[in-house]
Structures are given as structure tokens and as C-alpha cells.
């Protein structure tokens, strides 16, 4: 089944496509169909998710999965939270993005650090589904004072993941696929969707 994937982000394409393999669907991202992105106006996750995967739904007359996900910093009340992506202003930028992180925490200890990736996921069956399937997924860490590994994207070089003493770009991708913000809420939506077939 084709599903679009309400985003442009090539890498995300490649992450979602392998994290929601069980379901057999063909991704396709929403840029195949449209120009204009979903304004993504919301104060909460949930609410963009919904914002981003109707748009995709409507412009591609398809089912759509929206993500949308960030990182909170618990020193930062928070932030950037719904902004991640647009934290440095727009257009998205991970570079800059990083930087105004780096220079928002300068100075504090590593034990003030904490953070959490955060996504939430929304499946919509078609445009004006009433009973859109949710599912969030939380992965704790903690932001470190400098960018370590080439993997990923966003925030991943920031993020460091105690589990396994490295940061979320020097995971192996296999790995970050079973373990991340975004491996769990695809659990639970997959768990979810499941429920509902039977």
C-alpha cells in the first residue's frame, strides 16, 4: 500500500520506511505531490502531527503518517520543543540549530543538561479520518557541549544517549532504529494498528 509521508526530509524517508517495514507500505514522501508545506501553527506535537498528515492525506489523496518530533531540554523549560526544526529561525537549518542550542546551555554542568527526544506519530486512513491513530515515543539523554558523529540528523550529534556512551549520530543506524524517540512511537503505533485490525 502507498502511504505518503508527510515530509520532505530524504533521511526521515529512509529511517520511517525502515522502522515501518512489518506494515509492507511504499513510502512516499509529500513533495511528490505538492510544492507547499503544512503550517505547522500548533503549540503541542499531537496537534502538528494531525496538521501535517491531513495536509499530506489531502494533497495526495493517499493514506498519510505524519512525525512530529523534537527535542526538549529540561534547563530550557522545554525548548525548543515544536520549534526544533525552526529553532534558529527559518528556513530549518541543523547547523544553526545546534549552535543556538550549544550557546543556549554554554556553562552548565553535564548533571543540567537532560533532555528528551520526542515523537509523535499520526496515521490517517484518508483526509477526514474522525479516528486518527496517535502514538509517542520519549528517549532520554542528555545534550552534550560539542557535535560527536556523522550519523542522523537534527539534533542527533547533540545528543547524548547513556545507554550506550555515545551520542544519537554514532549510533549505528540499525541500532538508533531499535532504540530512538521515534523506534518506540513506531512500536506503538504498529501495536495500535494492530489492535484495530482484529
Known amino acids: 500500500m502507498d502511504v505518503v509521508l508527510a515530509s520532505r526530509n530524504a533521511k526521515k524517508l529512509r529511517e520511517m520506511q525502515a522502522l515501518l517495514a512489518p506494515l509492507g507500505w511504499n513510502l512516499r514522501l509529500v513533495s511528490e505531490f505538492t510544492d507547499e508545506a503544512a503550517e505547522e501553527t500548533a503549540p503541542t506535537f499531537v496537534e502538528n502531527a494531525l496538521?501535517?498528515?491531513r495536509h499530506a492525506s489531502l494533497v495526495s489523496g493517499l493514506p498519510a503518517i505524519a512525525d512530529d518530533s523534537g527535542l526538549e531540554v529540561t534547563a530550557l523549560r522545554g525548548a525548543p520543543g515544536v520549534l526544533s526544526a525552526r529553532y534558529a529561525g527559518e528556513p530549518s537549518d541543523d547547523a544553526a540549530?545546534?549552535?543556538k542550542l550549544l550557546d543556549a546551555l554554554l556553562g552548565l554542568p553535564e548533571g543540567e543538561r537532560g533532555a528528551r527526544f520526542v515523537s509523535v506519530l499520526a496515521f490517517l486512513r484518508h483526509a477526514s479520518d474522525p479516528i486518527p491513530v496517535l502514538a509517542e515515543g520519549l528517549w532520554n539523554g542528555r545534550v552534550l557541549e560539542a557535535p560527536r558523529g556523522a550519523n542522523g540528523f537534527g539534533?542527533?550529534?547533540l545528543f547524548f544517549v547513556p545507554g550506550q556512551g555515545c551520542s544519537s549520530a554514532e549510533l549505528a543506524p540499525e541500532l538508533?532504529?531499535?532504540i530512538s524517540h521515534r523506534a518506540l512511537a513506531v512500536a506503538a503505533l504498529l501495536e495500535r494498528l494492530q489492535e484495530q485490525a482484529q
Request: aromatic share 8%; charged share 35%.
Open 51 to 53: 496538521l501535517k498528515a
Open 176 to 178: 538508533k532504529n531499535r
Open 155 to 157: 539534533y542527533d550529534p
Open 97 to 99: 540549530n545546534n549552535a
